[in-house]
């Protein structure tokens, strides 16, 4: 559901001018009920002036008759069709400048272990332009030396399900291409969740898998007799006692 603009603001107004209950405003503007009791109490929102969605065009006045008449009412956006499309707006993926200098490790580690990701790809995941990502991946970066691969995901500049679906999207176009993938290229197409699932045996090729089940039946079927002191050693019968035998 989309929420008005100035939420804040917005739920200052409508407390101080409306009989709303906290709950009403709190799913109207996007907030947790305590929030706006908080505001009512003087504790939240301190200075914040007021802001009409009414006079700006984001609500009507009957919306408002209707749910102070009816506590179980909840209040309905007015269609605005100039912000149709406003949520999906492309750009790039905005990063905290805290976690700026950690893009060029990440860059290294998708180009290193993911090097079917397109340059767009790269960008969308970690938030950076195409120059800096060619330069890592031709390794001419002014501090090239010194970049160590870590996981983007580990960095927090992307989700491990954005990762998984970029990584998806890259294998789908390439079998699309008619491209011929290695085995190595197929493990990292392979999403977290799947990988865990996978059993850590080897795997043997059917033939010689059926040699060794038909081994294992016959071990079965004939245990070994262990019965004397002779068969449990393998030791060599003695030739003199058949001589003994005949004289």
Known sequence: MSKPLMSKATAVWLVDNTTLSFIQIADFCGMHELEVQGIADGDVAIGVKGFDPVSNNQLDAIEIERAQADPAYKLKLKFNLSAVGEEKRRGPRYTPLSKRQDRPAAILWLVKFHPELSDGAVGKLVGTTKPTIQAIRERTHWNIGQITPIDPVALGLCKQTELDAAVQAA?????????????????????????????????????????????????????????????????????????????
Request: aromatic share 6%; proline share 5%.
């Open 171 to 247: 294998a789908r176009k390439k079998a699309s291409e008619g491209v011929v993938m290695s085995d190595d290229e197929r493990r990292k197409l392979v999403s977290t969740s799947q990988s865990l699932g996978m059993t850590d045996e080897p795997k043997m090729p059917s033939g010689l898998d059926a040699f060794t089940r038909v081994d294992d039946r016959a071990r079965e079927e004939k245990p070994a007799d262990f019965s004397d002191a002779e068969s449990f050693f393998n030791l060599p019968q003695d030739d003199d006692d058949e001589d003994d035998e005949i004289l």
